[in-house]
Structures are given as structure tokens and as C-alpha cells.
């Protein structure tokens, strides 16, 4: 059984005057592709004064459309959800077997499909630079697409950046160094350039102690916390949509929940849209705690013994029905 988690996630702007709010666009929900179960979600909104209506994108993305009538001091959105953290090996995915080696062509109709993320950004000479030092030896495709990440996750320093927006490819290559949201549009432009199709993916990134420490290496983290987190999905044939976090190396697991994912960042921001002119105060704030376990006490015992009564009494039947057998058998013989 797995670990049940709650995340709670609060944004707030403050306006230094009543403004109006345009339509505000809200993507904070899990998308409709994640492998971690959701066991609760809830959204609420302030004002209370608001209409929600629940749309899907075309990229299957849950949006929650926002208007509030009157004018505002504030806009705050707060995310309560409970997720079931199952080990999920990133590997275990199958293959077509034109996919199987790197580099591989989409077939037609698929590649119609995809048109949106095989759209290439214009890049520098550092860009170009490092696109050409990649090796496109044939290879296996997994471990190609492992290498990649690891590559990025080594050249890319992670950096707590503010700033709204993306850096360019080429400053985030000469700085060696960039968010998450930046790293992963690098490495969904690195993808598209050499033929396969990526997307830039949003959501919340959840990691929890480990309960035994590694004999060697790293442990990873010692609190449990969750954030806001971007990292690159690549449609492979057979396995669908893959995850790839170059801010850790690492494929996507069961700590990483999709809440938007698109062709253009813009389309995956957590939360869009236009109000009047003001002065914005902006916070947030995160948490996550692990839920008590589900009590395995009189209910799990009592199905354990009423198991063992039923297995008993299987073995009492079979047993009666063996001696007759036997006997049946003797009085043939005789």
C-alpha cells in the first residue's frame, strides 16, 4: 500500500487598489495523464464572490475559468489534494519496435498529431554548439534519452529564480544555470531539434524522507516538502508520453503530478490572466504531510481468520472426498 500524502497550496495577490479581473485562468488541478492516484482534490477561490466553470483544453489540461463580477483588492486560490504514493518504476514501458533504437522516424499520421511539439525556438551559437556535441550514433532509445537528461542535469545548475518568464536557450547554456522551467524548456528544444516530438510540463513535484538511509550515496531529502515544479515530457511510440526532469537527471515517478502540460510554456503557467492597473504583492505558500495509514487492525484480522476458516474447511472437504476415493477404489480391487 502506499503512502498517502496532503498538499496544500496557497497563491494570493494583493492590488494596492480595487481592480477588475478579467477572466482568470486556473491550472492547478492533476491532468487527466497522471499515473499518481488522486484521492481527494478541492479548489477554493476568493472572493466569494466568483463563478468557476471546469474546461478542458485541447491538450486534455483541466482549467478552471474564473470570473469575478465586482472589483477586488485580492485574488486568492487555495489547492487541497490527497495523493497515493505508489512506487512507480519509470522504466516499466513498452516500445514499438521502430521506437526501440535512437534515432527513429513517426510514422505519417502520427506525426500529423504531434505537429505542435516538433516546433523548433530559434537558437544561439551555444545552442547549435551544444546540439552538435550530441552523440546521434544509433542506440537504444531509453538509454539515449537517460544519457541526455544526466548530461543536462551535470551542465544546468538549478537556481530559485522569481523573475517571471523563461531565459533564452543561449543564456541559460553561457550562465549554466536556470530554474526548473528553464531547464526543461532547454532540454524540450534539444529533443525537437533532433526529431523527436516534447512538451514543456507543469505541475507539483512531492518528495518524502526515505525511510532507511542509503549505505552509500546520496539519501535525498531530509524533510518532506513539495513544490511547484517544471520538467519535459517526450511522446515515444507505445509508451506514450514520457517524463524526463532534467533538474535531477531523473525520469518522472510517482512524486511528480502533471497539472499542465503543453507545447508552449505560456499554455502551462499555473495561474493566466488580465486585470486592471495596479501594484501587485504576490506570495505563496506550500506544504505537504503524510496522512495516517489506513488501519489494517479487527477489519484486516478478521478477513485473515475468515480466510483460514474457509481454507479449512476446503481442506476437511478435499480430504473426505480422498478416503472415498479410496474406498471406492478398495471395493473395486476386492
Same mark, same amino acid.
Not at 485541447?58 to 474564473?66: D, G, K, T, Y
Given at each position: 500500500m502506499g503512502i498517502q500524502v496532503a498538499i496544500r497550496h496557497v497563491t494570493r495577490y494583493r492590488y494596492d487598489r480595487l481592480v477588475r479581473l478579467g477572466p482568470q485562468v486556473i491550472r492547478l488541478r492533476p491532468a487527466p495523464h497522471c499515473r499518481t492516484p488522486i484521492v481527494a482534490y478541492g479548489l477554493q477561490v476568493s472572493p466569494s464572490n466568483h463563478f468557476v466553470n471546469?474546461?478542458?483544453?485541447?491538450?486534455?489540461?483541466?482549467?478552471?475559468?474564473?470570473?469575478?463580477?465586482?472589483p477586488t483588492d485580492h485574488l486568492t486560490v487555495t489547492v487541497d489534494l490527497t495523493a497515493e504514493l505508489n512506487v512507480i518504476n519509470p522504466f516499466d514501458f513498452f516500445l514499438e519496435p521502430e521506437a526501440e533504437r535512437f534515432p527513429f522516424t513517426y510514422g505519417p499520421e502520427l506525426a500529423a498529431e504531434l505537429r505542435p511539439y516538433f516546433q523548433c525556438a530559434e537558437g544561439g551559437t551555444l545552442f547549435h554548439n551544444y546540439l552538435a556535441a550530441i552523440p546521434r550514433v544509433e542506440q537504444p532509445t531509453t538509454g539515449f534519452l537517460f544519457e541526455l537528461n544526466a548530461q543536462l542535469q551535470r551542465d544546468i545548475s538549478y537556481l530559485i529564480r522569481m523573475e517571471p518568464g523563461i531565459q533564452t536557450l543561449d543564456h541559460t547554456l553561457e550562465s549554466q544555470a536556470g530554474s526548473c522551467r528553464d531547464s526543461a524548456w532547454l532540454q524540450v528544444q534539444l529533443l525537437r531539434h533532433l526529431g523527436l516530438a516534447a512538451r514543456f510540463a507543469s505541475g507539483y513535484l512531492v518528495q518524502l524522507t526515505p525511510d532507511v538511509k542509503a549505505l552509500d550515496g546520496p539519501s535525498g531529502t531530509d524533510r518532506d516538502f513539495t513544490d511547484l515544479h517544471a520538467w519535459c515530457e517526450v511522446f515515444l511510440p507505445g509508451a506514450g508520453w514520457v517524463g524526463l526532469d532534467p533538474t535531477s537527471g531523473l525520469f518522472a515517478g510517482e512524486g511528480h503530478i502533471p497539472l499542465a502540460c503543453a507545447a508552449n510554456p505560456t499554455a502551462a503557467a499555473p495561474i493566466s490572466g488580465a486585470l486592471g492597473e495596479s501594484e501587485v504583492t504576490f506570495d505563496f505558500e506550500m506544504?505537504?504531510? !503524510?496522512? #495516517? &495509514?489506513?488501519? @489494517?487492525? !479487527?477489519? #484486516? &484480522?478478521?478477513? @485473515?481468520? !475468515?480466510?483460514?476458516?474457509h481454507g479449512r474447511r476446503a481442506d476437511l472437504r478435499l480430504a473426505r472426498r480422498r478416503r472415498r476415493r479410496r474406498v471406492d477404489h478398495g471395493r473395486g480391487w476386492s
Open positions: 471546469w474546461q478542458q483544453d485541447p491538450q486534455s489540461n483541466w482549467l478552471a475559468r474564473v470570473v469575478v463580477p465586482e506544504s505537504v504531510s !503524510r496522512r #495516517a &495509514a489506513r488501519r @489494517r487492525g !479487527r477489519c #484486516a &484480522a478478521g478477513h @485473515r481468520r !475468515r480466510a483460514t476458516d
